[in-house]
């Protein structure tokens, strides 16, 4: 939105009050503006939308999330001037049911980060395939050249000596994510590659989208995953070999920083988290599933790794510590996928000409 606002569109962003998408917005000069409600759907709601669109003569709505697709689908029904779009960045279950039918005919495209959600969604989508595009995330490349102050000063908070190699991964905690895989995998390092390695965890658990003043602030199972894998680090003795950031904004400082990137989710359907990393030059070891698979060439920008396999991720670790010439060129290649793939000025003209009608 930020970057569709500067091309010259007006953009309003109708999200919840105080929420971090609204503080980013508003800190990027985007208008804001509150539902009356945020149910699936509700009147008061539907007149809101209704009223805004007229007044601000709305030519495209475009939602980002699947709930978000009732309300303008419904106020949608008799205005076929105005364009209405949905992306989905992650998976989904069948919607092929008679009200999801009617929802979905008013949806003039359906935009996915993914090649291979693109082929699921013909099959669990209520639409013709003719409206499902391919639209990839895009990047703002110039932000993720690395930092090298950055990554003296983040090297010596941790106390590395310029020879140890720092491996890093920037992912929530949750049981889906294998963070503890990544953990495990230190264990399988030799003695002598233990002693110049440092692994990095930065991310928190998933946080709960509601909660009391006086409740914890994260999924209890994900914040039970990361006593687990804190425990594990304790009885292995290797704190100070395995570090934990929690949450940072500072995500490319903290890529910066590393030597390799490795990504142990089990089965993500297309991971910005990877994207950011190799636009950071970084070499990736990930899991050989999902949209793992669509960014990672194995042995060309990166190495794949048996899901589940935390000896197998130790293994490809050190094939890039005694191989650093590839650690460099693998490194090279993530960079060159990212700009061929995921330039944001591309991302936002492809959007453009749907939004126009031209594409």
Not at 126 to 136: A, D, G, Q, R, T
Not at 142 to 162: C, G, H, P, T
Not at 250 to 273: H, K, N
Not at 332 to 354: C, G, N, P, W, Y
């Amino acid at each position: 939105m930020a970057e569709l606002q500067r091309t010259g569109c007006k953009v309003i962003a109708a999200c919840k009050p105080n929420s971090k998408i609204e503080q980013f917005l508003l800190k990027h000069g985007v208008e804001c503006c509150h539902l009356p409600k945020y149910s699936k759907f509700s009147f008061a709601s539907l007149r809101y939308v209704r009223k805004l669109m007229r007044e601000q003569k709305v030519d495209v709505v475009h939602a980002h999330f699947h709930k978000d697709i009732w309300l303008p689908s419904i106020a949608l029904r008799n205005d076929l001037r105005c364009k209405l779009f949905l992306s989905v960045y992650m998976g989904v279950i069948s919607k092929n049911d008679f009200l999801h039918r009617w929802i979905y005919k008013r949806v003039d495209g359906i935009f996915t980060s993914s090649e291979e959600l693109n082929k699921k969604l013909q099959v669990l989508y209520p639409v013709p395939k003719e409206i499902i595009h391919f639209v990839p995330y895009g990047k703002k490349l110039e932000l993720y050249v690395r930092n090298e102050s950055a990554r003296k000063r983040i090297r010596s908070q941790y106390q590395m000596r310029d020879d140890e190699v720092l491996v890093g991964t920037t992912v929530r905690i949750d049981p889906g994510k294998g963070v503890l895989d990544f953990a495990r995998s230190f264990s399988y390092l030799d003695a002598q590659t233990q002693s110049k390695v440092k692994y990095i965890i930065v991310g928190e658990p998933t946080r709960k989208g509601q909660r009391k003043p006086d409740e914890p602030p994260y999924e209890p199972h994900c914040e039970a995953y990361l006593q687990e894998i804190k425990k594990y680090v304790a009885d292995n003795k290797l704190e100070g070999r395995v570090i934990f950031t929690g949450y940072r904004d500072e995500v490319t400082d903290y890529l910066s920083a590393m030597d390799m990137y490795v990504f142990p989710s089990r089965d993500e359907m297309y991971s910005i988290s990877v994207l950011e990393a190799m636009a950071a030059s970084l070499p990736i070891v990930a899991a050989n599933a999902g949209g793992n698979l669509e960014q990672v060439r194995d042995g060309v920008n990166g190495l794949l790794f048996e899901v589940d396999d935390s000896k197998d991720i130790a293994t490809k670790i050190a094939y890039y510590l005694q191989h650093p010439e590839k650690r460099s060129q693998h490194g090279a290649a993530a960079l060159s996928f990212v700009e061929q793939r995921h330039d944001m000025r591309r991302t936002i003209e492809q959007l453009l000409k749907f939004y126009s009608g031209n594409a």
